[in-house]
C-alpha cells in the first residue's frame, strides 16, 4: 500500500511571522514557547490533510534544537492538532546537524525512507527546499547513485508547498496540497476526498463526475449566452 508524508514546519507555516505580535504570544520566552498559539485556519488545514490522506506526519523544524519530541508533541496538541496516531515514530524529525539546511534535512529523511509510490508533502517557508527539486530530477534520472528511483516503476512524489514566513499558509497553499495528496482523484470511488470533506466539514451535497461534468456544460451554455 503507498504511503503518504507530510513534514511539518513550525515558524512560517504553523506559526506565521505576523502571529507572534498576538497577545496570546508575546510572553513565549516566559513559558519557553511551550504555550504558543498557532494559527488556527493553518491547524485546521494539517488536520484536514492528515483526515483525508491518512498521512503520517514528520517533523521538519528548528524548533528541535530547543525542545523535546513530546515537548513538540504537547505544543501540536494543545492547539488542536490531531496528530496522536499519525506521528512516523522511525523518522519523528528530519535529520538535522548544526551547520545542515532545511532543503538538505528533508531531502536526507526522505531518502532514507522512500519506498516506491510513496508521496511526500513538504509544508515549509524556507526557501533551501528548492533544491529537493533536484535532488528528486536526480533520483528519478539514475544520476544519484545513492538514490536509484530509476529502477522504480512507480517512483516516490515530492512536492514544497512554498508558505509565505509572514503570511502563513494561504488557501491556495492547502488546496495545491490537498491537490497533490490525491483529493481531487476518483479512483474506483464516486466521489473524490474534496467531496468527502465538503459534505463531512460543511454539509455540501456530494456530487458524482457526470453531475459536475453536467453542471459545468449548462453554466458554459449559461455564459455563452450572456456574451
Sequence with gaps: MNRSFILVDIDGPLLAG??????????????NG???KLDEFSVWAHNIWVKYSNANIIIATNWI???????????????????DD????????THKKRTSERGHEVWWT???????GDTFLIVD????????????????????????WDKMDNPPQVKW???????????????????????NEYRSETYTPWDYMNYDEFG??????????????????????MI
Design 18 to 31: 505576523k502571529s507572534n505580535y498576538l497577545p496570546a504570544n508575546r510572553n513565549n520566552s516566559l513559558d
Design 34 to 36: 511551550l504555550e504558543v
Design 65 to 83: 534544537f530547543h525542545k523535546t519530541s513530546n515537548e513538540l508533541k504537547h505544543i501540536f496538541k494543545q492547539n488542536g492538532l490531531e496528530f
Design 86 to 93: 499519525r506521528y512516523y515514530e522511525e523518522y519523528l524529525t
Design 110 to 116: 526522505i531518502a532514507d525512507l522512500a519506498k516506491e
Design 125 to 148: 517557508d524556507d526557501q533551501t527546499c528548492d533544491m529537493i527539486k533536484g535532488y528528486v530530477e536526480d533520483a528519478v534520472n539514475g544520476k544519484n547513485p545513492a538514490t536509484r
Design 161 to 183: 508547498i512554498e508558505v509565505d514566513t509572514t503570511e502563513g499558509l494561504s488557501l491556495l497553499n492547502f488546496k495545491e496540497g490537498g491537490n497533490f495528496l490525491g483529493f
Design 204 to 225: 455540501k451535497k456530494m456530487r458524482t463526475k457526470e453531475e459536475k461534468e453536467k453542471e459545468k456544460e449548462e453554466m458554459d451554455i449559461l455564459l455563452a449566452c
